[in-house]
């Protein structure tokens, strides 16, 4: 070996033994290099309000985040899950498909000493989280249908013939919840509140086909009622489509740009809508994860769910809109 080669070799031996090295998470001051996951299950703007959420409260705790999206698939959702644990996330912070199926596999990743949160759903079968975060889907709901009521009365003399649109095949819990609220509230008004069909439809293209097939089995609807974004969109879509505008009215539950562009439209089909927070919902998950890492006192809120309110948008009320709208716009920039 000459000594030119000889002298590369001391200086590379050097450098190898001053780098700190990385395994499992760690540095070599032992100071923890933090990465967790974030998982939502679906391409809406709520839902990417949500991971915005995510990745903000990450931002701001300088740890790295990994996104993913379960696509509304079971399977999907395992099989990400079980990625992150291969990874050796510290933790995940999780909007679940379902409240028995999804438990199963998260139980799994906390065995595997994953730490987990929980966004958009009451797992009240999961003692092990962190901590939940979600929406009252009984209040949404029910805010909707005070409006809806009101409308009633004002519009339509006080009797209508209304349809649904669920989700309830997707997460019944939540869909079952939201439809309860809405009709505890619309059925208050007596036998002149009729229910002339209600089905499951909760993407805007199939919920836009469902509500026009119910639209020409039924052409005396006066009420559409959305349980969740795209089956308020494609009930709006559709009564227009119909060309029952005037005629046909709709109410639901999510809010985005494409709900506030409705409420704001001449032809005033869609008249109010009970949004949720999915950016609190995931800051604060994700929050609660992170500070849960760094070894924070979670005995408080571990096993349970705190409550995020939303806030009702009325096309009779167009500076309330306003303000939601620049909060909204605000985030997602």
């Known amino acids: 070996m000459n000594k030119m080669l000889r002298g590369v070799l001391g200086l590379f031996l050097i450098a190898a033994c001053v780098m700190p090295v990385f395994s499992n998470g760690q540095a070599e001051d032992g100071e923890k290099k933090i990465v967790v996951g974030g998982i939502v299950f679906q391409e809406d703007q709520f839902m990417r309000l949500l991971s915005i959420g995510y990745q903000d409260a990450a931002k701001d705790a300088g740890v790295k985040i990994l996104t993913g999206n379960t696509a509304n698939d079971q399977t999907k959702e395992s099989e990400l899950i079980n990625t992150y644990v291969a990874q050796n996330v510290a933790g995940i912070a999780v909007a679940p498909l ?119 089995a039924n052409p005396d609807i006066d009420i559409f009622f959305g349980a969740n974004d795209g089956g308020t969109l494609g009930a709006v879509l559709a009564v227009k489509n119909a060309g029952l505008t005037g005629k046909a009215f709709v109410f639901g539950i999510d809010t985005g740009d494409q709900q506030i562009t409705m409420l704001k439209s001449s032809d005033n089909i869609l008249q109010a809508v009970c949004g949720q927070d999915p950016y609190n919902m995931g800051y604060m998950a994700m929050e609660a994860l992170i500070n849960a890492i760094n070894g924070e006192d979670y005995s408080a809120t571990k096993g349970k769910t705190e409550i995020v309110p939303g806030a009702v948008l009325n096309a009779a009320d167009p500076a309330g809109i306003a303000a939601f709208e620049a909060d909204m716009a605000s985030k997602l920039k």
């Open 98 to 216: 379902n409240s028995e199926s999804s438990v199963t596999v998260l139980k799994q990743a906390n065995d595997a000493g994953v730490l987990i949160s929980v966004t958009n759903m009451d797992l009240s079968n999961a003692p092990y989280i962190v901590g939940g975060f979600t929406s009252d889907n009984y209040y949404l709901g029910k805010s909707v249908g005070v409006e809806a009521v009101k409308f009633i009365k004002e519009n339509l003399d006080g009797k209508a013939n209304i349809a649904i649109l669920q989700f309830k095949s997707l997460i019944p819990e939540a869909s079952t919840a939201r439809v309860n609220g809405f009709l505890d509230e619309v059925q208050k008004l007596g036998s002149d509140i009729t229910i002339v069909s209600d089905q499951d439809a909760w993407l805007q293209d199939a919920a836009f086909s469902t509500a026009g097939d119910m639209l020409t």
